[in-house]
C-alpha cells in the first residue's frame, strides 16, 4: 500500500514517514500543496495524509481540487486548527478524515487503516489464495497453514500480489506501490524480491507467482 505524506514541518513529516514505513506502507513526502495536487492526480496512492497549513496552496484547496478533478483517494486531514467549524471545513471540502495535531501516532494509524478498509478501496482483513492466507491487520502469511517470515517489504509485495490474483502486475506497478519514488522502474529489485518470495513460498517455481515474460508477474489463482 502507498501513502502520500503532505506537510512542511520537516521533522514531523520524517516522523510520521518511519512509522509508517515500518507498518510495510510505501510513502512518499512533498511538502506544499502544489506539488501535492499534482503527485495525487499523476500518481496511484492509496491514502493520502494532507496537512492544512501548507505553502504555496493550503491543504482546503488541494483537497478542493483533487475532488473537482475526480480524483477519490480517501485523504485524512492532519492540522493544529481544531475548532469545530475548522473540522467542518476540511470534511467539507472533500477529505474522509481529520486528525489534530498533536496526537498518537496509534491513532494515525488506527484511522489509516480504517480508511484502507473502506468498501470502495476493496480492502479486507484477510486474503486467502491457493492455499496462501495473509491476515491484514496483524501481516501474518501462511503457506499451507504453515507460518512463513517475511521482511516488511516482501509482505508489501506479496499483499499487492494477492489482492490481485489473476492480473497480470507489471513490474512498473508493483514499483509504483511498493516503493517511494525516489526508485526507479527499469530497476531489477523487484526480480529480486520475487526470487526470494518464491523460495520462502516454496512449491514449483511458478506454482504460485508466474513470470510474464517481458511484462511482470502473475499470482495464479
Not at 496526537?103 to 480492502?123: G, H, I
Request: charged share 25%; proline share 2%.
Amino acid at each position: 500500500m502507498k501513502i502520500l505524506v503532505v506537510e512542511d514541518t520537516e521533522t514531523l513529516a520524517k516522523y510520521v514517514q518511519q512509522m509508517l514505513e515500518e507498518e510495510s506502507y510505501a510513502v512518499d513526502v512533498v511538502s506544499d500543496g502544489e506539488t501535492a495536487e499534482r503527485r495525487i492526480m499523476s500518481d496511484s496512492y492509496d491514502v493520502v495524509i494532507l496537512d492544512v497549513m501548507l505553502p504555496e496552496q493550503d491543504g482546503i484547496t488541494t483537497c478542493k481540487q483533487v475532488r473537482l478533478n475526480g480524483n477519490t483517494t480517501p485523504i485524512l486531514m492532519l492540522t493544529a486548527k481544531g475548532e469545530v467549524g475548522d473540522r467542518i471545513e476540511g470534511l467539507d471540502s472533500g477529505a474522509d478524515d481529520y486528525v489534530v495535531k498533536p496526537f498518537a501516532m496509534d491513532e494515525l494509524l488506527a484511522r489509516v487503516r480504517a480508511l484502507l478498509r473502506r468498501p470502495t478501496t476493496t480492502m479486507c482483513d484477510e486474503i486467502r489464495v491457493q492455499d496462501v492466507r495473509i491476515t491484514c491487520n496483524n501481516r501474518t502469511v501462511t503457506v499451507a497453514n504453515r507460518p512463513i517470515a517475511l521482511t516488511l517489504k516482501e509482505y508489501a509485495i506479496l499483499e499487492y500480489l494477492l489482492r490481485n490474483a489473476g492480473q497480470v502486475i507489471t513490474r512498473e506497478q508493483l514499483i509504483d506501490h511498493c516503493w517511494d519514488f525516489a526508485y526507479s522502474a527499469f530497476s531489477n529489485i523487484t526480480d529480486v524480491y520475487i526470487k526470494q518470495l518464491r523460495k520462502k513460498l516454496g512449491g514449483t517455481h511458478d506454482q504460485y507467482i508466474k513470470t510474464i515474460r517481458g511484462v511482470g508477474y502473475t499470482f495464479q489463482e
